[in-house]
T-cell receptor, first 114, second 110 residues
Framework: NAGVTQTPKFQVLKTGQSMTLQCAQDMNHNSMYWYRQDPGMGLRLIYYSASEGTTDKGEVPNGYNVSRLNKREFSLRLESAAPSQTSVYFC?????????????FGEGSRLTVL | EDQVTQSPEALRLQEGESSSLNCSYTVSGLRGLFWYRQDPGKGPEFLFTLYSAGEEKEKERLKATLTKKESFLHITAPKPEDSATYLCAVQERGSYIPTFGRGTSLIVHP
């Protein structure tokens, strides 16, 4: 089993460009999350999807949009990238509908915005 | 004020030198407290979940404990392969969202 797969692993963008980070899980999990990790800041939640068909904002949603395409896939879109969005992005999934249990993380997507 | 505070930020140990990492939290009702390990360039990997004060869990050289205000991750006789960043996350009752601390970077020297 692959677990949680993120693509791309690395990306360099220019300010103003757009891109979509893809995330897919093969564990039949209900909940999916997008976090960003910056030095000294820990993991901060951008958006989450408690179940298929629902999405909600997290702590730092500005500049991002998400789509829960189906139960397996949860994508994160940057419409107009800014240097402040340079970060490592992690997708995670969790089995429980009620938001219990551990998170399973992908390997991360490293984004640089010039 | 952060809901989750981890200390120390960084810790250097000699192989075999036992120590503890701290995670203090301020949520009013705890649904769960989680410990994760993160290796450089990798995603966090789950270690433990604790649900109520007094609970303890062990895995190899690691033991996690929980009180009403904090959790400790005890590392007994660490080895260099225990070097990693250890993350603590708490989830408040009624919330879907685990909130992470900033982590403790552990280096174990041979």
């Amino acid at each position: 089993n692959a677990g949680v797969t993120q693509t791309p692993k690395f990306q360099v963008l220019k300010t103003g460009q757009s891109m979509t980070l893809q995330c897919a899980q093969d564990m039949n999990h209900n909940s999916m999350y997008w976090y960003r990790q910056d030095p000294g800041m820990g993991l901060r939640l951008i958006y989450y999807s408690a179940s298929e068909g629902t999405t909600d904002k997290g702590e730092v949603p500005n500049g991002y949009n998400v789509s829960r395409l189906n139960k397996r896939e949860f994508s994160l879109r940057l419409e107009s990238a800014a240097p402040s969005q340079t970060s490592v992005y992690f997708c995670a999934s969790r089995a429980g509908l009620a938001g219990v249990g551990e998170l399973f993380f992908g390997e991360g997507s490293r984004l640089t915005v010039l | 004020e952060d809901q989750v505070t981890q200390s120390p930020e960084a810790l250097r140990l000699q192989e075999g030198e036992s120590s503890s990492l701290n995670c203090s939290y301020t949520v009013s009702g705890l649904r769960g407290l989680f410990w994760y390990r993160q290796d450089p360039g990798k995603g966090p990997e789950f270690l433990f979940t604790l649900y109520s004060a007094g609970e303890e869990k062990e895995k190899e050289r690691l033991k996690a404990t929980l009180t009403k205000k904090e959790s400790f991750l005890h590392i007994t006789a660490p080895k260099p392969e225990d070097s990693a960043t250890y993350l603590c996350a708490v989830q408040e009752r009624g919330s879907y969202i685990p909130t992470f601390g900033r982590g403790t970077s552990l280096i174990v020297h041979p």
